[in-house]
């Protein structure tokens, strides 16, 4: 058991579509960081939301946006969707000072895009 | 650019072999240092980590990673492997200034054939 829960596991979209994807935390956890990992890859940053705000963001254009709830899950948001966004997407909590206690992650989301 | 480095890409070793996979960095200052293993279908787990102290740390399963400053690296050992370490490793650096952001390798595919 990861802890942290992801769904869907599996989801296959058209270009230009939008799509959401959920993410709630460890039990304990209200720090959630979102990674893309395109096959063959290690995962790539995306952003990070503390406190319902997003912290940090890695190099992702403005199609890629997030929100994080009072009960610290989250959702990743991808608008206009490309081919080039199918990848395993990545969500992973952590406490605050999260590299202390290193962080878990989910299972995954799997985005396939046609 | 500043980047992790994991130049094997994909191992093959036969069980009881003994197990060194490379990790560089290109961070100056003072770096959080990860390994993170990921077993078919399943999630990204941390095996260790590394923050300041001894440069030997010794983590789940046997595994054990030196950090050497001067050589900007983090590399990865096991004495003797088992079928059961067939898995993809990553290194991860958490870089100065950088808070809570893992950057990724790019992933060594690690087979043992029993």
């Known amino acids: 058991d990861a802890g942290v829960t992801q769904s869907p596991t599996h989801l296959i979209k058209t270009r230009g579509q939008q799509v959401t994807l959920r993410c709630s935390p460890k039990s304990g956890h209200d720090t959630v960081s979102w990674y893309q990992q395109a096959l063959g890859q290690g995962p790539q940053f995306i952003f990070q939301?503390?406190?319902?705000?997003?912290?940090q963001r890695g190099n992702f254009p403005d199609r890629f946006s997030g929100h994080q709830f009072p009960n610290y899950s989250s959702e990743l948001n991808v608008n206009a969707l490309l081919l080039g966004d199918s990848a395993l997407y990545l969500c992973a909590s952590s406490l605050p000072q999260g590299s202390s206690g290193g962080y878990t992650f989910g299972s995954g989301t799997r985005l396939t895009v046609v | 650019a500043q980047s992790v480095s994991q130049h094997n890409h994909h191992v093959i070793l036969s069980e009881a072999a003994s197990l060194e996979l490379g990790c560089n960095y290109s961070?100056?200052?003072?770096?959080?240092l990860f390994w993170y293993v990921q077993y078919p279908g399943q999630h990204l787990q941390l095996l260790l980590k590394?923050?300041?102290?001894?440069?030997l740390v010794k983590g789940i399963k046997g595994f054990e990673a030196e950090f050497i400053k001067s050589k900007f690296s983090f590399n990865l050992r096991k004495p003797s492997v088992q079928w059961s370490d067939t898995a993809e490793y990553f290194c991860a650096v958490i870089a100065p200034g950088a808070t809570n952001k893992l950057i990724f390798g790019t992933g060594t595919l690690l087979a043992v054939q029993p």
């Open positions: 939301y503390y406190e319902e705000e997003e912290r």
């Open positions: 961070y100056g200052g003072t770096v959080n």
């Open positions: 590394y923050f300041s102290g001894d440069p």
